[in-house]
Structures are given as structure tokens and as C-alpha cells.
């Protein structure tokens, strides 16, 4: 027989190979086809296992030992197998085989310039209608395989797992012939990853299916610890349309496997190396490129397995397969909730949300005690802010005492799509920790009753949504929801929200960290954050706004305190485009700079553009462009919005549209600074009033002003999320596009395609 009837190469393999050299070198062998780097070696043949045990005379003792078997017999099963195994290990090699292994060996070691190299040889099985993945851990892998005598004993032990007891049951009960079954033996050089890192990856975000990123993960030493769960591992996040990185989070990376007395042990990683990442960004780079080529190959997400070997210092690809595990994304679907059985309520207030949910009640004074709310927990308290945005993602549901809907627990309640019910009264008061209760949003009125009752949740998919010529965008502040949306068929985000991020990813104020020399740690969080929202809407448009705090916010930041002045309103103070040219704050608004300067060149995302908020006059809007382009965002590379949520945005309009390429109308802010009312305010609540003739009388000026000057007009304010009529009055008046929150989206963009067909 030729030489290649017993060893392959594995360079030109590929899956048409699968029935001569088994599915994993096949595999791998397709890889190394694609200009996928795999470590060198070579792969024995099934007909090379064929010839061994014919060769040998084996088996007719393999037949005999098979003969009668009952597997339910495991000490019978247990004797048997062991006899066949020894029978196949003990046998003496072929000296035609032995020969060509030998010499196909030495070859190696010649390719790599090393004697007697170091060789991984792992079983490669065979078998037609019988996926490999069927025989995982079935048959063994052995590692360190030094010298040629070694290896021709790790070829017939390789060869001898393919009786394993556990393979044999298989094999018995599902019927397949235990002949039809061969085994070859891919042999490759160790990856030295004990001297460098490995790990695993995928073609997608896991946890959402969302398949534009590559998710990796990584740690220092050979991989098992990564599967297992041992160790912490960094996690990289790339964007596949730029290879731009998205997210990078260094894991603590305490423990790595490495080699010790020809085997493995796990040993304790110096304390400056867990706080390094394992991978350069170049690294990172490079295997989400080839990451890529491997799912365009073979047309379908791959669940990949890598490693860097320490002694050549490149990377390689040790295994490809079909990802089929993922979370599913957040489809087309339109929900809607009814409780099957009520009674009478504890409470009542304003409903946020149209959802029920319920939970055990955890009531706090202050967010300090954040750290008392369980995952599931309904969370009670007299209002929020910004720094309860992370224990409000906690909640199964939320109410508070005080607020409309406009609130900052009714917004980022509805963002996060959790039933609230704001303005109760006395919910802190009337609800006790660790009482049982269900929270009904499902109605404008929202309800809390005592004890968990059954309700339905009915869910419409609208599989065709129309198009629409009016862009519907998203309000969004949470990037961790981001990729979970992005199958939403939306025409991007019309309000991206900075302060979310720097609470929930911050906690403190960015002059605090210039001063402690930590302002990596907010650039950091905010391209990240940014670029999970830019990425996932790519190529729409993402409208991201700057900082908006108000001193109060500010000041609950750590270290806020020392830099924000205490005011009487500061909801009419020091916010917005005020601050970004103030000497007291320019430095901390050339961080936010300098984070969307690397999202859109270093990440590649060129669809994020800014929105100016709170910017009072013309003149105020010029020195905003102008620091801007001096800390590298140049408005004439990219569009730059002006939030229209003051009088004077409307009034001067005209001169405002000279300076800035659109308009997003903030309609809360507009509201209350139109009629003069606090929305916060509970006393004056009623009076707060988004379709008051002089709010939408303003909105009209505006569309038409803007039209006038070839400028564009969303809005991107709480009302047609919570008005559904509202909606109708912008498009009637001409509007450009509508952002509303993610829970009210599809029937967003059905109400206006309904509209559109109309007319």
C-alpha cells in the first residue's frame, strides 16, 4: 500500500475526507485550506486502523470478546472492554505502518527544526450517518508525546479507545456494527499555550444570537480551565463589518494550567499579570479575522477553540465547529398582559410599562442599600435618580411615591422594560420588606396587590413589518440591551443616553478620576458602552447625547461633591451645553470627546453622531462646536444635533439651524419650560402637559422652521412612547422621525404605517 493510504498531511484535507481521516482532521485540515493557521502535524488514515487490526490478526479476539455481550452487565462490560483494549495496545505494529509513521514524524520535527518534537496525538473517528460530535469524550487524546517509540505507543492506545466501555454501549444501542467504526489519529505539534494564553470563542454575542460581533474568551495557560469554569477569563468583544473592538473586560485570570513532570497542574498567576490582558489588540484582531473566514466558509456560527504557542509565538486555531447554543434575541413580538384574577388593590398609581410582574417587596430609603435587593425583588421607594440605575435592572418590577410620567424611574423603567407604577403616595409606607405582591402596568391606572396572582401574557409576532417613510428609532441608555434589540427592524437610535452608562459602569464624577489619574476608567466604560449601541444598530444612524446631569446627579457621583456647586433648581442650573466650554468642567467634557473619538476611528463606527442637549443660545451652540473640534470631533465630518427642548430652540430656530446639522425634540424639558411647571412636581402634576396647545403649537414652528432650512426634525422626548395619539400630531405636522422606548417599537412603526397608508 502507499504511504498515503496510512498518513495524510493535513494540509489538503477537507470535509470530503471525513470517511479516509475522521471528522476532526478533516476538520481541521479544511481550516489550514483557508489560510487558518493550525498547529503542524499529520493525521494516520482509517485505513491505516483497517490494517492494524487485520495485520495484527486481532480481530477475530475482538469479535470473540463482543460475542454475547450484555451491556446491562457493566461488570461484564467492564472485563470485556478492558480485554479488547489491551488486546489492540499490545499488539506489535506493523512494520510497514511503524515506518511511514516513523518517517512522516521526522518529517515534523525537520518542518519545525526540532528533534523528537512534542506532539498532541488525538482521535480522529469515522463513521458514515454518525456525526463525531456523537463520540465526544468517547476516545482519548494524549498529550506531550515525545520521540518516535512513544508515539507508535500513543497511535495504539489512541486506536484502543475506540472500545472504550462508554463507546461500546453507544455503539450497542444504537445499533451501528462496532467494524464500521475507524479510528485515525490526528498528531500535531503541543501547542505550548502553558507559555502564552488560549481559550475559546464565538461567532456571535452568546447570550443574545446577535452574529456582527466575535465574542472571545481568553486566559493565560492551556484552555480546560476557561470550559471548566475555574477561571476568570478576559472577555473581547469585536465588531466583524470593522474588526474595530467593541468591549474589552480584563477577568481576574487567577490560576493557569501549565505542564509540570509530563503532565498538567494549575498554579497561582503573579498578581501583575491577572490585572493584563491575555491578548494584545493586535492579537484580538487577527482571531476575530480568521474567526470570520471560518463562518464564511463554512456558512454557519462557529464555536472556536485557540490557542498562542509560547515557543514560536503565534496563534493557531486547535478546533472549529457549529455554534447551536445561543439565547435567542428579542424578536418582532407584540405582548400583551392580563391579570386572570384580581382583588383589591393595596395601591395605586401612574403605570409605566404595559407588563405585570411580581415579586418580594424590598423597600429603601437611599441607594446606599442597593446591595439588599435580590434579583426578582420589587423595588420600593420614594423616588429614583440616576444612581439607582443598577439596582433597577435588578427588579422584577418598581414602585415609587413620587413622580410622573416623566420621571426618571417612569423613563429608565419603561427603557429597561420593567413594569413601574410612580406617584403612589405612600407605597414606602403602606408596602413592608419581604411581602408578596404583583405590580399591573397593563392599564393606564397602575394596581399593586398583595400576593403573587396568575396572569397571561399573549405574544403577536409580526413576522413582515412595513416599512415606513418616517424613521422609527430607539431611546436607549443601557447598552447591555443593545445587541438583544438589534433585530428590532428600526431605523437606528434616536437618543442614546450618556449618563445610564457613566452610573452604572462610572459611579464616579470624571473630574474625581482626573484627579486620581484614573481617567482611562471613564473613557474606558463610555466607548464601550457607545460602541455596543453603535455597533448594534450598523449601520443606522445612532444619535448619541452628551452628558446631561444636573449638579444634583453630579454630586451623588463619588467624588461629585468636591466639584458641583449646590443649587435652589437645578433642573434650570449648570447642565448641558454650559458646562462643556466652563473651565471648572472642560476637562472632564474632553473625556466624553475623546470616547467618541475612538468609537468612530478606532472602532470604525462612523454611524454614531452627537446631539447637543440643553443648549441655550446660538452663541452658546458655537463655543460647544468649537471645543469639540478642538478636542478632535470635527462637525464637518460628522452631523451634530441640538436637542430643541427650550423656548429658545424654537424661538431661534432659524439661527440655531445655521449651526447645526438637525433637531431632536426633547419634549419633556420642552414641556415644563413652556408652561412653567416642575415635572417633578406632584402638586402641579395635572398641569404638566405634553399636547397643551402651547407645547405642540411650538413643535409645529419648529418642523416647519427646520424644513425651511433643509434641516431634519425628530423627537426623542417620553410622549409618543406614552401617548399613542401623540404620534398621529407628528405626523401630521411633518415629522422627520419618532424615537420611543424599545416596548412600544413595533406598534410605533405599525400606528405609523397605518398612518402613512392613509394619507
Not at 482509517?46 to 480481530?59: K, L, N
Not at 476611528?601 to 440643553?614: A, K, Q, S, T, Y
Request: a negative charge; proline letters at 4%.
Amino acid at each position: 500500500m502507499s504511504r498515503d493510504s496510512f498518513v495524510r498531511s493535513l494540509e489538503g484535507l477537507s470535509g470530503d475526507d471525513t470517511d479516509a481521516v475522521g471528522g476532526k482532521s478533516a476538520n481541521l485540515g479544511e481550516l489550514a485550506d483557508l489560510d487558518v493557521p493550525v498547529l503542524p502535524g499529520f493525521t494516520t488514515t482509517a485505513s491505516a486502523y483497517d490494517y492494524y487490526v487485520e495485520e495484527t490478526g486481532i480481530h477475530a479476539e475482538i469479535e470473540s470478546q463482543l460475542e454475547g455481550l450484555d451491556v446491562d452487565d457493566v461488570a461484564d462490560l467492564q472485563r470485556r472492554g478492558e480485554r479488547i483494549r489491551r488486546t489492540i495496545s499490545e499488539a506489535s505494529m506493523p512494520p510497514a505502518l511503524e515506518s511511514v509513521i516513523r518517517e512522516r514524524y521526522v518529517e515534523l520535527g525537520d518542518e519545525l527544526g526540532i528533534d523528537d518534537p512534542e506532539v498532541a496525538v488525538r482521535s480522529s473517528a469515522t463513521a458514515e450517518d454518525l456525526p463525531e460530535a456523537s463520540f465526544a469524550g468517547q476516545q482519548e487524546t494524549f498529550l506531550n508525546v515525545a520521540g518516535e517509540t512513544e508515539l507508535l505507543e500513543s497511535i495504539k492506545h489512541c486506536f484502543a479507545s475506540l472500545f472504550t466501555d462508554r463507546a461500546i454501549v453507544y455503539r450497542e444501542n444504537n445499533d451501528f456494527d462496532h467494524f464500521d467504526v475507524k479510528l485515525a489519529c490526528a498528531v500535531q505539534k503541543m501547542g505550548r499555550a502553558d507559555l502564552a494564553s488560549s481559550g475559546v470563542l464565538f461567532t456571535l454575542d452568546p447570550d443574545t444570537g446577535f452574529d456582527e460581533v466575535v465574542t472571545i474568551e481568553a486566559a493565560y495557560g492551556f484552555g480546560e480551565p476557561i470550559v471548566q469554569g475555574v477561571v476568570d477569563p478576559d472577555r473581547y468583544v469585536v465588531f466583524k463589518p470593522t474588526t474595530g473592538i467593541v468591549e474589552k473586560e480584563c477577568g481576574g485570570k487567577a490560576q493557569r494550567m501549565v505542564r509540570r513532570n509530563g503532565g498538567t497542574k494549575l498554579e497561582s498567576v503573579p498578581e501583575e499579570k491577572r490585572a493584563e490582558f491575555a491578548l494584545s489588540d493586535d492579537r484580538i484582531r487577527e482571531l476575530a479575522q480568521y474567526a470570520t473566514r471560518i463562518e464564511d466558509h463554512f456558512g454557519t456560527p462557529q464555536d472556536i477553540e485557540w490557542l498562542v504557542d509560547g515557543d514560536l509565538d503565534e496563534l493557531f486555531v486547535v478546533q472549529a465547529r457549529p455554534e447551536t447554543v445561543h439565547g435567542a434575541a428579542e424578536g418582532n413580538v407584540l405582548r400583551t398582559y392580563s391579570l386572570e384574577e384580581t382583588d383589591e388593590p393595596l395601591l395605586e398609581g401612574v403605570a409605566i410599562g404595559n407588563a405585570i410582574g411580581s415579586g418580594t417587596v424590598r423597600v429603601l430609603s437611599d441607594h446606599r442599600e442597593m446591595d439588599q435587593v435580590e434579583e426578582g425583588d420589587v423595588l420600593v421607594t420614594e423616588m429614583t435618580d440616576p444612581d439607582w440605575v443598577p439596582v433597577m435592572k435588578r427588579a422584577s418590577a418598581i414602585v415609587t411615591d413620587r413622580g410622573g410620567k416623566t420621571s426618571h424611574a417612569a423613563i429608565v423603567s419603561r427603557e429597561l422594560g420593567i413594569p413601574a407604577i410612580v406617584r403612589t403616595g405612600a407605597a414606602t409606607e403602606s408596602l413592608s420588606n419581604g411581602d408578596t405582591v404583583t405590580v399591573d402596568c397593563a392599564a393606564d391606572t397602575g394596581r399593586v396587590y398583595e400576593g403573587e396572582l396568575e396572569y397571561d401574557v399573549t405574544e403577536e409576532v409580526v413576522d413582515d413589518l412595513p416599512t415606513t417613510d418616517t424613521d422609527v428609532k430607539l431611546i436607549l441608555g443601557d447598552p447591555g440591551r443593545a445587541f438583544a434589540l438589534a433585530n428590532l427592524p428600526v431605523d437606528g437610535v434616536g437618543l442614546a443616553r450618556e449618563e445610564f452608562i457613566v452610573t452604572s459602569h462610572v459611579g464616579s464624577h470624571p473630574l474625581e478620576l482626573l484627579e486620581r489619574g484614573e481617567e482611562e476608567q471613564f473613557v474606558d466604560a463610555l466607548r464601550t458602552g457607545i460602541a455596543k449601541i453603535g455597533a448594534a444598530f450598523y449601520p443606522d444612524e445612532v444619535i448619541f447625547r452628551l452628558s446631561d446631569f444636573k449638579t444634583d446627579e453630579y454630586r451623588n457621583l463619588e467624588g461629585g461633591w468636591k466639584y458641583e456647586p449646590e443649587e435652589a433648581n437645578p433642573m434650570l442650573g449648570w447642565r448641558g451645553a454650559s458646562r462643556y466650554y466652563d473651565e471648572a468642567f472642560r476637562d472632564a467634557f474632553r473625556l466624553e470627546c475623546e470616547a467618541l473619538r475612538q468609537v468612530r476611528e478606532e472602532v470604525g463606527l462612523d454611524n454614531v453622531i452627537v446631539m447637543v442637549p440643553f443648549c441655550r443660545t446660538p452663541e452658546e451652540g458655537g463655543r460647544v462646536l468649537e471645543i469639540m473640534d478642538e478636542y478632535g470631533l470635527s462637525s464637518d465630518e460628522m452631523d451634530v444635533y441640538v436637542m430643541a427642548e427650550l423656548p429658545a430652540n424654537i424661538v431661534l430656530a432659524d439661527r440655531f439651524a445655521d449651526l447645526f446639522d438637525g433637531f431632536s425634540i426633547g419634549s419633556n424639558d420642552l414641556t415644563q419650560l413652556t408652561l412653567g411647571v416642575d415635572r417633578n412636581s406632584e402638586k402641579l402634576a395635572p398641569l404638566f402637559d405634553e399636547t397643551d396647545d402651547s407645547v405642540t403649537r411650538s413643535i409645529s414652528s419648529l418642523i416647519e422652521e427646520a424644513h425651511r432650512h433643509d434641516r431634519p426634525v425628530g423627537i426623542c422626548g417620553d410622549a409618543p412612547s406614552t401617548i399613542p395619539e401623540y404620534t398621529e400630531f407628528l405626523l401630521e405636522e411633518g415629522i422627520d422621525s419618532i424615537s420611543v422606548s424599545p416596548d412600544v417599537a413595533v406598534e410605533t412603526m405599525l400606528t405609523v404605517s397605518e398612518f402613512e397608508s392613509s394619507e
